[in-house]
């Protein structure tokens, strides 16, 4: 892994599935292509991802499949954190192996009202265990989903306990107050929200890019947002509305969607379950806001 | 698995772990055999085993332990219920496989806040994936942990859907008007509270028994309550005793510690991350209040 501080427009990439909801390998190594030719790098088994409705080999395989295909490993992190520290060991090491970048972390998310100490235990016993100086972990606060938040405390005792191996948070919160928490108190970290939005309003302030479900929707302009001060100011409307009409429906379900519509494939919108497909209804209100918001789709014939 | 509804006093079995955490099997299988002599059956995969803290290859070897150490599988439940439907059904099968009576059926806990049909998808791959005539699913409704709630109308659901897969539910919600609405709207299934003071209350109204943490510690008397309501009557207040000494703590930590002052062995303290034992004053708190009672524990030299 690198030692350089992890910087970048990651995309959570969502997972292609089947009719039979196996995996689209090949439509997934595609997309992750498309997404680093567009300047994005790809983040494997996230939320968006679908990872935790995935199997122990699966994702393996996810990873492998990326890399094998001649993705930089600079250009990836993975998604390990499991509730069994077993299994996030034997994750985090394979992504090492392959040599991906870092990997995002969950806390165990079964449990809940679990003491801090029982939360730093977790990260303790990972990062003991992978045992590997390559390793750098993104901390991933998740607190709708996991209902176990990364709290500042938190943040503080791992940094000062693995000061090499804790590289940066992911904050899927979308609290603003806390970014600008995290970045006055942790400079050298790695601190990426989950919204470009709020990418485009910390840059300045030191955040590290991001790590957002609609870079697979919107990667170029992202990463041209991200690396150039000018073009953010040109793209930031774009970027907004593009953000905004997503935002409006569950998220995993709208992002595959879109990518239907870009990609003139219906079996994009698969989703395992609990997750489901949007509805006629949302499906026809996303569609209309899409092809108002983005370029590419302005003309496009749309199915609902 | 067996044909006729699901009965009985069931132990979710809490795993004892060595110093390094790995699983101390042989201890494992001598608590199992004590709680079947006991009269109780046993849960293993459950919340209160740690199951989510436990590799796939983990949970399988604790199945195996318990049925090649003897006990008959009409006296096992197994917890198989997985974020993944594919690890939920290898998990299923195994348990199937293994003549287990029925598995106890967590829906997936990651996401949050998804929709009934996405739920019930979950329940009907698991089930047409399995595809065996002996499958028989105990839904498990955990609402403070999971997050997902089994509603009355999944319930129902399920059960037009899938009337021989679906033999029952395990309401660890500590809802007693839940436990009283699903008694009278599924007179066919077995509902088991997760505590038997509730067992106690709900039995003369259909309850099948209970799923009930604190049977690692009282299996004797609460089997006995179960079989015959002037042993219920006597043993009530004891019953209710022992119960309410231990919810005032977190449960695992507070059932493996009562178990070490019984076995006299402090190993059976160890938990995993994300939980942690019991601190010196809880844990002093609570060996007192269980010397007081239970009287296998009175004059029984107590350390913290």
Redesign the interface.
């Known amino acids: 892994m690198a030692a350089d501080k992890l910087r970048g427009v990651f995309a959570p990439v969502v997972t292609p599935f089947n009719n039979d909801?196996s995996i689209n390998l090949p439509a997934f190594v595609a997309h992750c292509q498309r997404l680093v030719a567009d300047g994005a790098g790809v983040a494997i088994s996230g939320?968006n991802s679908e990872a935790?409705?995935?199997?122990?080999e699966?994702r393996m395989a996810l990873v492998d499949a990326v890399i094998d295909a001649g993705i930089p490993g600079e250009r990836v992190l993975v998604g390990t954190g499991c509730?069994?520290?077993?299994?996030a060991v034997?994750l985090t090491r394979h992504a090492i192996d392959r040599g991906c970048a870092g990997v995002l972390v969950l806390?165990?998310?079964?449990?809940?009202n679990?003491?801090e100490?029982?939360?730093f235990?977790?990260y303790?016993?990972l990062i003991q265990r992978v045992d590997d100086p390559a390793l750098r972990v993104v901390l991933y606060h998740i607190p709708?989903?996991?209902?176990?938040p990364i709290t500042l405390s938190l943040i503080e005792r791992l940094v000062a306990a693995f000061p090499t191996q804790i590289a940066g948070v992911k904050d899927s919160s979308g609290d603003w107050d806390n970014v600008m928490a995290m970045l006055e108190r942790f400079p050298a970290l790695s601190i990426f929200p989950a919204s470009e939005i709020l990418m485009l309003r910390s840059l300045a302030l030191g955040a590290a890019g991001c790590i957002s479900a609609t870079n697979n929707i919107n990667a170029r302009d992202i990463a041209l947002a991200y690396g150039s001060v000018t073009e953010a100011a040109r793209l930031n409307d774009s970027i907004t509305s593009v953000r905004k009409a997503a935002e409006r429906f569950p998220m995993v379900a709208a992002v595959k969607h879109t990518l239907s519509l870009l990609a003139g494939d219906a079996g994009w919108r698969h989703v395992?379950?609990?997750?489901?497909p949007l509805a006629a209804d949302a499906a026809l209100q996303l569609s209309q806001a899409m092809a108002t918001a983005m370029p590419a789709l302005r003309g496009v014939a749309l199915p609902a």
């Not at 806390?107 to 809940?112: A, E, G, L, R």
């Open positions: 909801l939320t935790c409705s995935e199997t122990f699966e509730c069994a520290i077993g299994d034997a806390p165990p998310f079964f449990f809940k679990v003491q100490d029982g939360v235990a977790y303790r016993e709708a989903m996991s209902g176990v395992r379950p609990p997750l489901v």
